[in-house]
């Protein structure tokens, strides 16, 4: 019986985690889910998110995955620490749900020489101060600058995100984040989605600046916690097989999908709204 790597994400960003996932362990069978008809969470309440996170974590398991990433920022910010405490030791007490923000948080004060860190990322996880809780805990003499990011998302979700027009948008949002402090030296992309305006972001940064994106950072930690959790690298399928499954319309995701992923996928549909 198959038992995957469950990856969830609110629409089409996971797919750039779940793209890195995939070079560091290729062996693992992987399902990712989006909830694309209820994106995009950003700016969603955390009880909503919440709720939304919860019912797609428990499709998941449903499908057989021990473990799954919720490779959303915005639900890791608003819901996995509710459904760590709260829901698993009821729902299903050997399986695990990890995000994607303690282990950018663990190694972020590593790329700094400034001691002044931004964070680009939605409305809701700028609101919900988790990236400046987390870092502090590992790197408590770093000071964190937020900037909250609002268009982006749309942009690339409707595929303008390589227009020039776009262009506008991503130097509004830096020049915010600039203002806030000088001497920021790294920024990291608190969003799935934001890898794809990755060159345009590099264009409106200061000479020398580092730009870090996630997915390297959670695949390398998806690694380690394999290797560190043999009862539940055991439990995880190996055939090198993924499924895509998204909440709207397959036709569309795919579509999408693409560009994210980097290759043509087939995704199918998956009736939870």
């Known amino acids: 019986m198959r038992h995957p790597i ?21 062996q693992y069978d992987y399902v990712y889910l989006g909830d ?3 994106a995009p969470y950003g700016n969603r309440s955390f009880e909503t998110v919440y709720h939304y996170t919860l019912q797609c974590v428990r499709w998941l398991f449903d499908q057989g995955c021990p473990l799954v990433i919720l490779a959303c920022n915005t639900a890791s910010a608003k819901a996995l620490r509710t459904i760590q405490q709260n829901d698993l030791p009821n729902i299903a007490p050997s399986n695990r749900v990890l995000g994607v923000i303690r282990p950018t948080t663990e190694v972020i004060g590593n ?38 990011c609002p268009l982006w998302v749309p942009l ?69 916690y394999l290797g560190r959790h043999p009862e539940m690298e055991t439990r995880c399928s190996k055939g090198g097989r993924l499924s895509f499954y998204t909440t709207d319309s397959p036709e569309d995701f795919d579509n999408h999908a693409s560009i994210f992923y980097g290759e043509n996928l087939r995704s199918e549909h998956v009736g939870l709204v």
């Open 6 to 26: 469950g990856v969830f994400d609110s629409g089409y960003g996971g797919l750039t985690v779940l793209k890195s996932m995939v070079g560091r362990l290729p």
């Open 36 to 38: 694309n008809a209820r």
């Open 111 to 148: 790329f700094t020489r400034s001691g002044k860190v931004g964070v680009l990322a939605t409305r809701g996880t700028v609101l919900s101060g988790s990236y400046p809780i987390e870092i502090e805990k590992f790197f408590p003499d770093l000071a964190v600058y937020q900037q909250a």
């Open 156 to 224: 690339i979700e409707n595929n303008e995100h390589d227009k020039p027009g776009a262009d506008y948008f991503v130097k509004e949002y830096l020049d915010q984040l600039q203002e806030q402090a000088p001497g920021i030296d790294t920024v990291l992309l608190a969003c799935t989605h934001y890898p794809l305006l990755k060159d345009k972001i590099s264009r409106f940064l200061p000479q020398g600046a580092t730009l870090i994106s996630q997915g390297e950072i959670v695949a390398d930690s998806l690694a380690d």
